[in-house]
C-alpha cells in the first residue's frame, strides 16, 4: 500500500502533545520524518520515544525566534529541505478575559505565540520550504465566533485565517499550498483543564455540538493530512472546519 508521505520531511511547531502529537504520528504512519518542537524538553523526550525513530525533537517556543532559527538549522543540516509545515502551536487561556480586563501582559502573550509566531513560523521556513509544498496553519472556530471573555484568542484566529489567504497569493508562483484547519472542541489536555475546573460546561458544549461531543485529535489529523496531501492538490487559502458542526448550526 502506497505511503502518501514516504520520503517527506515534515515540521510540526507544538507536536509534543494534543493535535501536533497525533498529527505527528498520522504522518509518521504514512511514511514522513517528522520534527516537532515542543517548549518541555521532558515532555518533548517522551513524544519522541512513543513516536519512535521517525521522530525527531527540537526543544522550542515559537514567540522565541531564535528557537525556530534552531529548528530549520537543524531540518537544513539533516535533509537541506522541508515538504510540509504544519504550524499549530498556540496559546489559549483557560480563564475568560472579558474586555475592560484585557492587559498588555495579555495582548502579547497570545498574540506573540498565535499571530506573531505562526507568522515567524512560515517566514522563516520559506528557504527550506520545496516547490509544490504545503502548509497548514491551525487555526479554530473561534476566528469566526464571537466567544465571550475570549476577544483576544478568537482575533488572533481570525488573523490565521487572513494569513492562509495572503500567503496563498504571496506562494503561489511556487506551488506552496497554504490552507487552515479550523478545530472546534477537541479532546485534548488543555481542554480537559478547562472543562474541570467548570461544572457542566462539558454537558453544555455538548449540547451546542450537533454531532454531541469532542472531537478527536485524529480526527483533527487526518484533516491535516489531507490538506498537506496530493488529494487536496487544488485546494489553497481554504479552511477546513472540523467541529462536529458548531460553526455551521
Not at 516537532?36 to 519512535?52: H, K, N
Not at 480563564?95 to 480586563?101: C, E, F, R
Not at 451546542?208 to 490538506?227: H, K, Q, S, Y
Request: proline fraction near 3%; charge should be negative.
Amino acid at each position: 500500500m502506497n505511503k502518501r508521505f514516504e520520503g517527506k520531511i515534515v515540521a510540526i511547531t507544538g507536536g509534543s502533545e494534543g493535535i501536533g502529537f497525533a498529527t505527528a504520528k498520522a504522518f509518521i504512519a504514512e511514511g514522513a520524518r517528522v520534527y516537532i518542537t515542543g517548549r518541555r524538553q521532558d515532555r518533548l523526550d517522551a513524544a519522541v520515544a512513543e513516536l519512535g525513530p521517525a521522530a525527531v525533537g527540537v526543544p522550542g517556543d515559537v514567540a522565541n525566534t531564535g528557537d525556530l532559527d534552531r529548528l530549520y538549522a537543524r531540518i537544513r543540516e539533516d535533509h537541506g529541505k522541508l515538504d510540509v509545515l504544519f504550524a499549530n502551536a498556540g496559546v489559549a487561556d483557560s480563564d475568560a478575559l472579558p474586555l475592560g480586563d484585557i492587559t498588555e501582559q495579555d495582548f502579547d502573550r497570545i498574540f506573540g505565540v498565535n499571530v506573531r509566531g505562526l507568522l515567524f513560523t512560515v517566514n522563516k521556513a520559506l528557504p527550506l520550504l520545496s516547490a509544490g509544498g504545503a502548509v497548514v496553519l491551525n487555526g479554530s472556530v473561534a476566528g469566526s465566533k464571537g466567544f465571550p471573555g475570549q476577544s483576544l484568542y478568537n482575533a488572533t484566529k481570525a488573523a490565521v485565517r487572513s494569513f492562509a489567504r495572503s500567503w496563498t497569493a504571496d506562494l503561489k508562483d511556487r506551488g506552496i499550498r497554504v490552507n487552515v484547519v479550523a478545530p472546534g472542541g477537541t479532546d485534548t489536555q488543555l481542554m480537559r483543564g478547562y472543562l474541570e475546573i467548570r461544572p457542566g460546561a462539558d454537558e453544555m458544549l455538548n449540547q451546542m455540538v450537533p454531532l454531541g461531543r469532542l472531537g478527536r485529535t485524529e480526527e483533527v489529523a487526518d484533516a491535516v493530512l489531507f490538506l498537506a496531501s496530493d488529494q487536496s492538490s487544488y485546494i489553497a487559502g481554504a479552511e477546513l472546519v472540523v467541529d462536529g458542526g458548531l460553526a455551521a448550526i
